[in-house]
């Protein structure tokens, strides 16, 4: 079946500027996360969605990040008044049942690079 | 104090010999432990999962789990330059989020 999918591959975009990257998860998955991973580093964990249950937004670095998720379905990450600091890949997982050892599945990533 | 830790590497090793691959946490109510390798410029993909101590065979991948001392291994029998990427532990720490390591560099010689 179809693994988890994410768009764009790459973003390119001018410091100050919002971006947004769009993450669709694997059919029937209930939980959805958003992973950073900047050059050379681990994954840092940002937020995360299990159904209809209020997100853990406790690893978003700043309030100009900000996720939405409706239902099961797509989610989109949002970054504004983006930095260089922001260059990284951003990584979406999805897994079947959270609360119990599910494994998550990886999409492609969104490299995105802030001039 | 990292929650997961791993050698940063990387660790060099020839085509056939056995890989080990070491990590240790910090939160002893972790319940579920994961092994992710990603290849340069791609995705983490799932390599092995354990949940209870001991051993976990799959084909050349070994997982070790021993909670009292809270680490975790992965071993890789006959390794192949194939097997050249980044290895990342995961804990599943019971609070619905996986917290990764940094990654262990692995590099085999042909």
């Known amino acids: 079946g179809a693994g988890v999918s994410q768009s764009p591959s790459n973003k390119v975009t001018e410091k100050g500027k919002d971006v947004e990257l769009r993450c669709d998860p694997i059919?029937?998955?209930?939980?959805l996360y958003w992973y950073r991973q900047r050059l050379g580093q681990g994954l840092e964990f940002l937020i995360y969605?299990?159904?209809?249950?209020?997100?853990?937004k406790s690893g978003l670095p700043s309030d100009r990040f900000s996720a939405e998720r409706t239902g099961e379905s797509v989610s989109t990450l949002t970054i504004q008044r983006t930095q260089q600091e922001d260059s990284a890949v951003y990584l979406c997982?999805?897994?079947?049942?959270?609360?119990?050892?599910?494994?998550?599945?990886f999409g492609p990533g969104t490299r995105l690079l802030v001039l | 104090q990292k929650e997961v830790e791993q050698n940063s590497g990387p660790l060099s090793v020839p085509e056939g010999a056995i890989a080990s691959l070491n990590c240790t946490y910090s939160?002893?109510?972790?319940?579920?432990f994961f092994w992710y390798r990603q290849y340069s410029g791609k995705s983490p993909e799932l390599i092995m999962s354990i949940y209870s101590n001991g051993d976990k065979e799959d084909g050349r991948f070994t997982a070790q789990l021993n909670k009292a001392s809270q680490y975790v291994s992965l071993l890789i029998r006959d390794s192949q330059p194939s097997d050249s990427a980044t290895y990342l532990c995961a804990v599943n720490t019971g609070f619905q989020k996986l917290v990764f390591g940094t990654g262990t560099r692995l590099l085999v010689s042909p």
């Open positions: 939160d002893r109510g972790s319940q579920s």
């Open positions: 969605f299990q159904g209809n249950s209020a997100p853990d």
């Open positions: 997982a999805s897994s079947r049942l959270a609360g119990v050892p599910e494994t998550q599945y």
């Open positions: 059919s029937g998955h209930t939980a």
